[in-house]
């Protein structure tokens, strides 16, 4: 029996749910469409990596609540702040939905989440303090295999989205090349489907749940349907992964 995790990332809600963005998309929109498809996939866990608002606003983390009830989603839901999100909000929206500190432990594994935001700069860093709480939960739950969810890349895009980059992200890929149990790292923020392996673990991405980015030297959007990424975890370590496009 294998344990279903969804990542849905960079959802861009604004507090007006009818703003139109790039070529005509709507947030709003692509997002509903987005969770009926997720729901078809009877997920056990619903990570969002951050980037749920758009505008830091109380109405679009509404806007995503009533999506997901509207929705009749079964899932338990995760939520990561991303650089365009508001924590504190985000914290009181979601109260026990909001994924910080305690991990999740499924059968085999251990789900950790890492808060990267640096506020008012849209960079990120993942404190020493952090890092240090997740080592003890590596050394302590040794035999399991360990997953990490954060919102900003750690391996540069080479494009300007480096603009936007995990500025301590040197000292979080030696962690992991120190730790062999980490086998798996999502993260958002990008727009786009990046695979690579960084010592023992795979870094996966995944697209938006509206608009995506094209990785070059100067900002611009890409023609890409929404998507999300379904992982299914094993308890003997092993797992697959799959984006799944909607629209």
Known sequence: MSFRVV?????????DKNKIVGDGISSYNT????????????????????????DESA????HF????????????????????????????AFKGGFWREEP??????MLHSLHSQVAGIGKGNVSVEQLRQLQMQLDTHSRLS???????????MNSWMDNYEWMNREAFIDFVKLNNNIKLIIHGHVHTTREL????????????TCWQFKHEAEFAFEQGAPAFRVINLHQDGSYESDIIEVM
């Open 146 to 156: 360990h997953f990490i969810a954060v919102h900003h890349h750690p391996i540069p």
């Open 65 to 92: 609540q009533n999506l997901w009830s509207q929705n009749e989603m079964s899932a338990e839901l995760k939520v990561i702040p991303g650089n365009h999100d508001a924590p504190d909000l985000m914290k009181a």
């Open 59 to 62: 109405e679009s983390y509404q």
């Open 7 to 15: 990542q849905i990332t960079d959802c861009h809600l604004f507090a």
């Open 104 to 109: 999740i432990q499924v059968k085999g594994w």
């Open 197 to 208: 392996v960084v010592g023992e673990a795979q870094l996966l991405s995944a697209p938006s």
């Open 31 to 54: 997002l509903d469409v987005t969770l009926k498809a997720v729901g078809k996939m009877a997920p056990d866990l619903v990570i969002v990596t951050g980037d749920l608002s758009a």
